[in-house]
């Protein structure tokens, strides 16, 4: 994707290209230049638009129910499908094993890349032009969120489920960190001893590697 496309995707235009290059670069292509460092920002920025969103719109809503939409619109499956809708994919950059193993379509690198993108689009202009990015991008989901919503995030669901069944909660544990102070990423393991099932989740804190395996048992489970 060069600076002319993400225009057109998005209506803002990149001053440095070389940006939208880095955030659209897989570490299996290139550690030093990847997506992560402008992942970890983009996610703040991100929960950011959309935490100072829906508290002006619901501004009879507690903490609770604020938490609740929010994670709604910003879990990893809500960032993937966004991807997906604007073809995100197909632009990423992998380095050739990577590539085989599907990760165009995973959708823990697809919510990853498009949090590296906001990240990217604050680095080369400022927090207003990102905002109006990321609020067009999410138009159709925030049209569409209300205050009754109570989707819960995956960590929630699964719980829940488990309980549903008479099943012991899931165990979560960090089995790896990775990256500088500022930049770290962490892979934590979500596991169900009484189902033989395990899965894996990444993310730039240890509560989103949770939710991101989380997620991704629960597709385990439903599939």
Do not use: W
Not at 20 to 47: P, V
Not at 81 to 94: N, W
Not at 120 to 125: E, M, N, Q, T
Request: glycine share 8%; net charge positive; aromatic share 6%.
């Amino acid at each position: 994707m060069n600076a002319d496309a993400f225009f057109a995707l998005t209506g803002y235009r990149f001053r440095n290209p070389d940006l939208l290059q880095q955030a659209l670069t897989h570490r299996s292509l290139s550690r030093g230049r990847s997506y992560e460092r402008l992942e970890f920002l983009g996610d703040s920025i991100l929960n950011l638009v959309i935490s100072r969103h829906i508290f002006h719109r619901f501004d009879d809503a507690d903490e609770g129910r604020l938490s609740r939409i929010r994670a709604a619109l910003v879990n990893a499956e809500s960032l993937a499908t966004v991807a997906r809708e604007i073809g995100l994919g197909e632009h990423i950059r992998f380095g050739g094993g990577e590539l085989k193993s599907g990760a165009r379509r995973r959708a823990s690198i697809l919510s990853d890349v498009l949090e590296a993108l906001f990240g990217a689009v604050f680095l080369d202009s400022d927090y207003a032009a990102t905002e109006r990015v990321i609020l067009d991008l999410f138009r159709a989901r925030l049209r569409h969120v209300d205050r009754r919503d109570c989707l819960k995030d995956p960590k929630t669901r699964l719980q829940e489920h488990l309980q549903g069944r008479n099943l012991a909660l899931p165990e979560y544990a960090v089995e790896a960190t990775a990256g500088k102070q500022h930049a770290r990423v962490f892979t934590v393991c979500c596991r169900v001893p009484e189902l033989g099932l395990e899965s894996a989740g990444t993310g730039s804190s240890r509560k989103k590697a949770e939710q991101r395996a989380a997620q991704q048992l629960l597709e385990m489970i439903e599939s």
